[in-house]
């Protein structure tokens, strides 16, 4: 086997100029995941992360190509605030996106605001509406989303899985919730890794040279075990990081030319 060798479906990297040609090229890379996933079987389900991932989607505002009412949106996590909360991923991601283009509210799938004191029952309510929506069509064990959108924290978290949580053992639940995060808020639910790496598509998406050397730790050396190096979709699912020149500075792993 060649130093170089790499199994099929490893991470695929491209690195843009500046952060406007990351979302620009962001926005066609999720057009045509959408178009091909809607072609083959009616819809496109994605799951959608906080951080910097809601502003970056505006990207997709002017693309009227985009046939918004196949879409079924999902939150990969999300802050156990009510919806309106200024730490709401769901609002943030509505105030960015959803409130300027034609998707149907009933397509995009919160948690459930009722819930927020039990968080249990949160994250098991959340957990339903996704069996709801694949049960009997892409899943057997674990739901397999069209596209799953990750944020990487400066400690290499993704999701709301974090560094030596116990929840990065996590092999059974589809949604799981955490009261200790070290982000705040520290209430949270969050999917689980077997879920994130059940995807047909899985796109990190890291900007900025406050990522430099995060990035190289997880992309140069996997074996640290980070959360967001667990990130490794089965096969055929693809994983692929979108990252700007400045957060791809000190990475030695190899940039492929982007192509949709
Ligand atoms: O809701 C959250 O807090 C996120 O889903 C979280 O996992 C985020 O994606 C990372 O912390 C990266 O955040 P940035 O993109 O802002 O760096």
Redesign the pocket.
């Known amino acids: 086997m060649s130093a170089h060798h790499q199994p099929p479906n490893s991470p695929v990297l491209v690195s843009f100029p500046d952060k406007d040609a990351l979302q620009t090229n962001l926005a066609a890379f999720i057009s045509k995941a959408q178009k091909d996933s809607i072609d083959k079987k009616g819809r496109f389900t994605i799951a959608?992360?906080?951080?910097?991932?809601p502003t970056?989607l505006r990207g997709l505002i002017p693309d009227n190509q985009i046939k918004w009412n196949h879409w079924q949106v999902f939150?990969?996590?999300?802050?156990v605030v009510p919806l309106d909360h200024p730490?709401s991923?769901h609002r943030a991601c509505a105030e960015n996106l959803f409130s300027q283009v034609p998707i149907p509210p009933a397509n995009i799938h919160t948690i459930d605001p009722t819930l927020l004191d039990d968080l249990e029952e949160l994250s098991d309510s959340y957990e339903k509406k996704l069996i709801h929506e694949f049960a009997q069509k892409d899943a057997a064990r674990f739901p397999v989303f069209d596209l799953i959108l990750?944020?990487?924290?400066?400690d290499g978290?993704?999701?709301?899985?974090f560094p030596g949580h116990e929840l990065l053992a996590e092999e059974d639940r589809w949604v799981a919730y955490i009261d200790d995060?070290p982000?705040p808020p520290p209430k949270?639910i969050?999917f689980t890794f077997p879920v994130i790496n059940h995807a047909a598509r899985v796109v990190f998406?890291?900007?900025?040279k406050?990522?430099v050397d995060m990035i190289s730790n997880v992309l140069d050396h996997p074996e640290k075990g980070l959360p967001a190096a667990r990130v490794k979709p089965v096969f055929p699912g693809q994983l692929y990081w979108f990252v700007d020149d400045a957060a791809a500075a000190k990475v030695d792993y190899p940039r492929t030319p982007f192509k949709l």
């Open positions: 959608l992360s906080g951080g910097s991932i970056i939150y990969v996590d999300e802050r730490d991923n990750l944020g990487m924290g400066p978290h993704t999701a709301s899985l995060s982000k949270r969050t998406v890291a900007a900025g406050e990522k």
